[in-house]
């Protein structure tokens, strides 16, 4: 150990534990020594050079206390260096700070997939003026670490069906709303008929004015302006009226205005009167007889304008005195024209097709409106379910988003099933439970005590830990089942058993291990300890304090103890008992874990030095329900 100052640090290691959104967690351990052994403040992290220098506190985790300065005592921190330091994935120098007048170097820190050396170093503290010392270059035969690759992009696809998986009981619902809703409309809506009768503009020449004086339709420059004018003036209230009054029942103006429209057809010379009623022979009759009494209304009026044309001109034939001549012919002809208005009526309108019987009503068949209906559901859905996927916490939507956050290696996945198939027994759970089996009887060391737990509620871990035991007990082996998540135990009833000595009652010291057991019925092999009744935190601590008790009493009774317990990433239960196991399996269901619970998971594991065995994925990519022949529930002996 050397000596600087009056504090001295022997370093024992200097570790990256993992990457997180914000940063890098490294942990320092290692002993200090002064003159006189005294407790010292928990150091400071110095990360950066230069101006880009970053003081970072130690995490506040329970059990790592500031370093006791006796030269024995073992020190361990933890700190959060920022992302932002580590340019082009490279770790920043680092130094700590155990006084203000006093600073540690300590070695580059080595990141995942880089080599690193495991003998422990003494480092000196140096004032903090002095210059740092220089890094080591890398070896010829050691290439420096690479920087690690950017995340690939998402695509469309990737971003909207992993947010709709995420959230399909809501899309399913807005979809379902949709469709109801439509067929809702249609069944309480009346069909709507549209009948249209036809009326044919026949305009006078510019320069003809025999009918001059009197509202004709005569040709222009813009013939469609031309008809778009003449159709808004027949669509007037007068005719309405008379309309109304023919027709009765309820009919006044303002419905016959609102049933009918007159419309030009296209760009040629032809009106569309276009009615529309809940009865065919209805908007039939209600176009032909809007069209006959526009027309009856335009003939009266202009047969009272042509009256008076006539009998002006007529008085002033009589008053030429030349009754040969050109403008008295021009008179004549006029009065003869007029004479037709008033006999036959407006010769530049007429009635070109009466209005038929629609046959079927108008706009979309019911079945085109409950297809688009169904569409803009589903659109509506997408657009939901992305747009809670952004504003909400975030839920680990792909296997990969799951290694970024953990890499932990996926013992087994397991298929999503419909929810009539979602049992603990079923034949494509039990041979994923089957190759997690193989998986912790090959690897070296005992695996005898598996403990369960997740990141949050939901991620199928009960359901992982029973399926598990079940298929451990059908293949032979003697299995005790521990429901340890003491504030909602619900082994026993999905088992369907009663226990009336339960964990409560051995920690207390009522009962033996042997009568707390509960025999599965149907699981030959498998037995149950659980709570009887409801549990207090009294228990949970009495049942930590004794866990290392029960499991050893456990494993003298079976080949193989599997603890359900509480989720990890929202209450803390589970810490308590990780310690006692041999192996600590995490759960995590596609599309439905939250990622910040499951950071939160990773972080406290961590902190407190367990690093879980593996992952058991629900719902990936490579869960798909296998296509070669499954076992059945049948024991198979090995």
């Not at 992009?153 to 439509?182: M, N, Q, T």
């Not at 036809?198 to 031309?226: F, H, K, M, W, Y």
């Not at 039939?284 to 009856?296: D, E, H, S």
């Amino acid at each position: 150990m050397a000596e600087a100052g009056t504090i001295d640090f022997e370093l024992a290691r200097f570790e990256h534990l993992v990457e997180t959104q914000r940063g890098h967690i490294v942990r320092v351990a290692g002993t200090w020594a002064t003159p006189t052994p005294r407790e010292l403040p928990h150091p400071t992290l110095l990360a950066g050079e230069g101006d880009e220098v970053v003081s970072v506190a130690p995490l506040p985790i329970p059990g790592q206390d500031p370093p006791r300065a006796d030269g024995t005592s073992p020190w361990l921190a933890t700190y959060s260096i920022p992302k932002r330091l580590f340019t082009e994935g490279n770790p920043p120098p680092c130094r700590l700070q155990p006084a203000p007048g006093t600073l540690v170097d300590l070695p580059e820190l080595a990141l995942p997939g880089a080599p690193v050396d495991g003998a422990p170093a003494v480092l000196v503290a140096r004032p903090p003026g002095a210059a740092p010392p220089r890094l080591p270059a890398p070896s010829p035969g050691r290439p420096a670490a690479p920087a690690a690759p950017a995340a690939p992009g998402k695509g469309v696809r990737e971003l909207f069906l992993p947010a709709v998986r995420s959230h399909r009981r809501l899309a399913a619902a807005i979809v379902a709303v949709a469709v109801a809703g439509s067929l809702l409309g249609l069944a309480v809506r009346s069909p709507s008929y549209e009948a249209a009768a036809r009326l044919l503009i026949t305009p006078l020449p510019r320069n003809d004015t025999t009918l001059q004086g009197l509202p004709e339709v005569r040709a222009s420059s813009d013939p469609a302006r031309t008809v778009e004018t003449f159709a808004r003036l027949l669509e007037s209230r007068q005719a309405a009226t008379v309309v109304a009054r023919r027709l009765g029942g309820g009919w006044n103006t303002r419905r016959v205005l609102h049933a009918v429209s007159v419309k030009p057809r296209g760009q040629s010379n032809v009106l569309d009167v276009l009615a529309t009623a809940d009865d065919a022979r209805l908007a039939a009759r209600l176009a032909n007889l809007f069209a006959q009494t526009t027309l009856a209304v335009r003939n009266r009026r202009l047969a009272q304008l042509a009256a008076t044309a006539q009998a002006r001109s007529e008085a002033d034939l009589r008053a030429l005195p030349d009754q040969a001549g050109a403008e008295a012919q021009a008179l004549r002809t006029r009065i003869a024209a007029l004479q037709g208005i008033r006999t036959d009526g407006d010769p530049t309108l007429e009635v070109l097709q009466p209005a038929a019987v629609p046959r079927s009503p108008a706009g979309l068949p019911p079945p085109a409106i409950v297809a688009l209906t169904t569409l803009a559901g589903l659109l509506l859905a997408v657009g939901a379910a992305a747009l809670l996927e952004l504003l909400g916490p975030g839920r680990i939507n792909e296997e990969r988003d799951l290694q970024a956050l953990y890499p932990l290696p996926v013992l087994t996945r397991l298929p999503t099933l419909p929810r009539h198939r979602r049992t603990a027994d079923a034949p494509e759970l039990r041979e994923a439970f089957r190759t997690l089996q193989v998986q912790l009887e090959l690897e070296p060391g005992r695996h005898r005590v598996v403990m369960v737990t997740s990141a949050s509620t939901g991620d199928g871990k009960t359901t992982s830990a029973l399926g598990f035991a079940l298929e451990l007990a059908s293949g032979g082996r003697e299995v005790i089942l521990v429901d340890l998540d003491l504030r909602k135990p619900d082994l026993a009833g999905r088992l369907g058993v009663q226990p009336k000595t339960g964990i409560e009652h051995l920690v207390a010291g009522r009962a033996p291990l042997a009568d707390a057991l509960v025999d599965v019925p149907g699981a030959t092999g498998l037995e149950l300890l659980a709570p009887a009744g409801q549990s207090d935190l009294s228990t949970l601590e009495a049942v930590a304090s004794q866990l290392p008790d029960i499991i050893e009493g456990a494993t003298a009774l079976a080949d193989y103890v599997v603890l359900d317990t509480p989720p990890v990433g929202e209450v803390s239960d589970a810490l308590k008992f990780a310690r006692s196991v041999d192996d600590v399996l995490v759960v995590c269901r596609i599309g439905r874990t939250p990622r910040p619970s499951f950071e939160a998971m990773r972080d406290v594991l961590e902190r407190v030095g367990t690093r879980p065995s593996g992952l058991i994925v629900i719902g990936g990519a490579g869960a798909a329900a296998a296509r070669y022949p499954l076992a059945t529930g049948e024991s198979l002996r090995p």
